[in-house]
T-cell receptor, first 116, second 111 residues
């Protein structure tokens, strides 16, 4: 089944303890992206990747790192989590066929992170 | 700056058509309009997209004005399962790589 898989689904941690949220897609998509969702603020893009070894900042990249060593995986790394990073996180991927204006995003099920 | 403007909430009676408006007055000529929806806290789900012409699929219809500055998503016969947050999206042209979601419209289908 074609899908975007995020793990874990729920995560509770403490301030300063490094964590990684994994994201994997089995659709051979070139584009991958991370979003966070907070009440009243909608979905905001953190980082995105156009292809392997190519990553760029979105609207809210502070406090996050990403890597794209393989096409299928795009982990989100929080080196020193803080309470303001408590949020619902979504990974998404998209194919790239010709122009970039006609591609739809496929989303994972989300990761609810709580930083105490 | 926001690329799209949507009403924060709407209600619709079950079985009636739900018409969700979206303004995108700064849309560029080659930017598509996409609609997604998010049920509770699940991952957003693609509904439909279009460039200039009206589009229809098994889920919805998309009506884009001739000047492309606004569009309307139509759910022809809304059901309780259509209760969700609906996002109207265009791509940001300064990078070409970002999807700006905004805060969407919370649609409640009433029995």
């Amino acid at each position: 089944e074609a899908q975007v898989t995020q793990n874990p689904r729920y995560l509770i941690t403490v301030t300063g303890k490094k964590l990684t949220v994994t994201c994997s897609q089995n659709m051979n998509h070139e584009y991958m992206s991370w979003y966070r969702q907070d009440p009243g603020l909608g979905l905001r893009q953190i980082y995105y990747s156009m292809n392997v070894e190519v990553t760029d900042k979105g609207d809210v990249p502070e406090g996050y790192k990403v890597s794209r060593k393989e096409k299928r995986n795009f982990p989100l790394i929080l080196e020193s989590p803080s309470p303001n990073q408590t949020s619902l996180y979504f990974c998404a991927s998209s194919p790239r066929t010709g122009g970039w204006t006609n591609e739809k995003l496929f989303f994972g099920s989300g990761t609810q992170l709580s930083v105490l | 700056d926001a690329k799209t403007t949507q009403p924060p909430s709407m209600d619709c009676a079950e079985g009636r058509a739900a018409n969700l408006p979206c303004n995108h007055s700064t849309i560029s000529g080659n930017e598509y309009v996409y609609w997604y929806r998010q049920i509770h806290s699940q991952g957003p789900q693609y509904i439909i997209h279009g460039l200039k012409n009206n589009e229809t699929n098994e889920m919805a219809s998309l009506i884009i004005t001739e000047d492309r500055k606004s569009s309307t998503l139509i759910l022809p016969h809304a059901t309780l399962r259509d209760t969700a947050v609906y996002y109207c999206i265009v791509r940001l042209t300064n990078t070409g790589n970002q999807f700006y979601f905004g805060t969407g419209t919370s649609l409640t289908v009433i029995p």
